[in-house]
DNA sequence: CCTGCCGCCTGCGCGC
DNA sequence: TGCGCGCAGGCGGCAG
């Protein structure tokens, strides 16, 4: 589940399972979820075994698991990354990739992914901020967020503005369903010259994305199917909210104008025609 | 430097 | 029914 909204939801879930425990075995059933750990699964697995986890944090689509040891389990969904909690002896799921069993009686922590984009490594000395995601910006929710940083930074940038918003050294956290939602709030197309715009604008641009995650997380977020659930394997409900992503040809909530699904970036871009015309400075 | 495109994977739904 | 195609909340690496 892959934007900042749904996996705050999954660090908030992995909080209760994964705190102050133990790691007695991790178990690696498929070698592409670690490809980023360089040294191999076996290392991995060795690195793990006896460590305590402390409390999960979260930096725009990236989350990790700190250990009492300064390290970390550093992790990304990708497409369609899950975490799952499950009761020790449930039957393996079909997308099973890796397993954390304890020492403790209680269940399993299991990293379930499809498609394999996403994936798990081993971050030394990685518990405050691991230094492989250190050009990733601070995401809208981080407390020293700087809005005046990424205005400056948007400005400065020669391209498109949902480009932008896309790129994690920016801001991060904001993904495809949210950079729609963003820029149909703020009214805006998605080929708008980032240099070409106020600083006022930049700013209101990322006071709907923040606004539009925010009211996201509070419902769970965002889940077209069962690929996008919480540890649980629970739904959000946040895509009764969405006003134009995946809502190709029904009426735009503003002015009833169909709503348009065009080919960007290898994927897709939902705007009204109406609210989100063409700008005049056009960066595609 | 900076920008943007491609490849990485699996599975599902659609049209023929 | 079967098959091929397009499509899917992502990112890193690399070409230009």
């Given at each position: ?206 006071g709907h994305a923040k606004a539009v995650m925010g009211e996201a997380l509070a419902v769970g977020g965002t889940s077209f199917d069962a690929l996008y659930v919480n540890v649980n394997g629970e739904s959000g409900y ?47």
């Amino acid at each position: 589940m892959p934007e900042l909204p749904e996996v705050e939801v999954v660090r908030r879930g992995l909080a209760d399972f994964t705190a102050g425990r133990t790691i007695d075995a991790v178990e690696v059933l498929h070698p592409r979820p670690v490809r980023r750990h360089l040294a191999g699964p076996d290392d991995f697995v060795a690195k793990l075994k006896g460590q305590t986890f402390a409390a999960p944090a979260r930096r725009g689509k990236y989350l990790w698991l700190p250990l009492e040891s300064g390290d970390a389990v550093l992790a990304h969904l990708g497409m369609s990354g899950q975490f799952r909690v499950q009761p020790v002896g449930a039957p393996d799921e079909k997308h099973l990739r890796i397993r954390f069993r304890f020492a403790d009686d209680g269940g399993e922590v299991r990293f379930l992914d499809q498609r394999m984009f996403g994936g798990l490594s081993y971050s030394e000395g990685g518990a405050e901020l691991p230094e492989e995601i250190a050009h990733i910006a601070r995401d809208p929710f981080d407390p020293l967020f700087d809005e005046d940083l990424f205005v400056t930074a948007l400005r400065r940038k020669k391209t498109g503005l949902k480009r932008a918003l896309l790129d994690q050294t920016l801001v991060s956290g904001v993904g495809n369903i949210y950079a729609d939602e963003a820029l149909w709030r703020a009214k805006q197309h998605y080929a708008k010259a980032t240099e070409t715009m106020k600083p006022l604008q930049a700013r209101e641009i990322l006071g709907h994305a923040k606004a539009v995650m925010g009211e996201a997380l509070a419902v769970g977020g965002t889940s077209f199917d069962a690929l996008y659930v919480n540890v649980n394997g629970e739904s959000g409900y946040f895509e009764r909210g969405l006003a134009v992503y995946g809502q190709e040809d029904s009426p735009c909530p503003r002015d009833g104008r169909p709503i348009r699904r065009e080919p960007f970036m290898n994927r897709s871009s939902f705007r009204c025609p109406k609210c989100q015309p063409v700008p005049r400075h056009a960066r595609w």
